[in-house]
């Protein structure tokens, strides 16, 4: 039963491009169509999943806690009060990255699934050095999130051939902080021109706008997949069926360019 | 700032910086693949240059060389290098 648990790990490359709000937003989007969500905060020393999930004062232990034998799993998850059926495991604020090993990170993935939960989403840290290889050892599926913005798109390349090497084939691809009207007046890389650059191997998962309420909402701890009206919110919640294998068409959202896109690749290979 | 827009609808500055970036983009990500140096290529490049120019007549920045990926993966060395005519006989070296 617990082979069916998807574990995914949500990676860039490059800081800032968005993976934290994207674990977080996905993992409430998830909770909310019943799924049994863990999150895991892998970026040991730089904890922040925590504050987007609105959940640092609930914190007692973290995962250095659990790996060190100080406390079991199941005090160390905080289960979200609004979304039962989400839970998180922080990351240790006051450690750095050599404190756990890619075989003590993988346990504790192996401890997650034998709790029940469906979906376990490791926020991983930037870089890809070890904090990355610990994040990756024990998922078996990566997103890999990029902004339409040259050095992402690139660090997003590399590390599409790391999770490659990792034995984590055909990343599924989050292209965040979308700005429509740029792309339309042609200042910015299109999705479509996002996924030619990175090549055919990985697919498409979601496209979300660059939207101010983003940032609201993360200044209140409420993700905004909890906000029906945002569409930030709605291309999240859209992620997350889409991962639980449904065909949803996607936002308009510079989405009529990657399809144009595609339908000129079909015209101009040979 | 408004101009910039209608010099583009005129096609008079160049690409756009949509197009700027997707072309840097497809170029740096196929040379930290391949991890082929762009100066080794620029090697490469002065070389068939000089090759080049023995026999044929070239504007020198006109002969340009690139990686790209082929559809089964693997990387081909591209050049493209226009040329105005072939050399008179007498500049050739010996046959
Ligand atoms: N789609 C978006 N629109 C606007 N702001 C965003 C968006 N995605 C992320 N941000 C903001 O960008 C910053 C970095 O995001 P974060 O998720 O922490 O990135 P990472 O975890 O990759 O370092 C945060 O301040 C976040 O609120
Ligand atoms: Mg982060």
Redesign the interface.
Known sequence: MSDDVRVIVITSGKGGVGKTTTTANVGMALAAQGEKVALMDADIGLRNLDLALGLENRIVYDVIDVVEGRARLKQALIRDKRMQNLAMLPAAQTRDKSAVSATQMKQVVEDLKAEGFTFILIDCPAGIEQGFKNATAGATEAIVVTNP??AS??DA??II?LLEAEGLRDPMLIVNRLRIKM?E??????VG?VQ????NSVKLLGVVPDDNTIITSTNRGEPVALLKESIAGQAYRNVARRLLGEQVPFLDLGERDSLFGRIKKLFTSK | MSNTWFNRLLGRSGPTPRACAKERLLGVVIEDRSAIPASVLELVRLEIVEVVKKYLIIDEQAVDVKLEKDDDGTYALVSHVVSRGVRKKEGMPAL
């Open positions: 913005e040259m798109v690139r390349d590399r051939g792309v007046s042609q200042d910015m890389l299109s021109d030619e650059v990175l090549g």
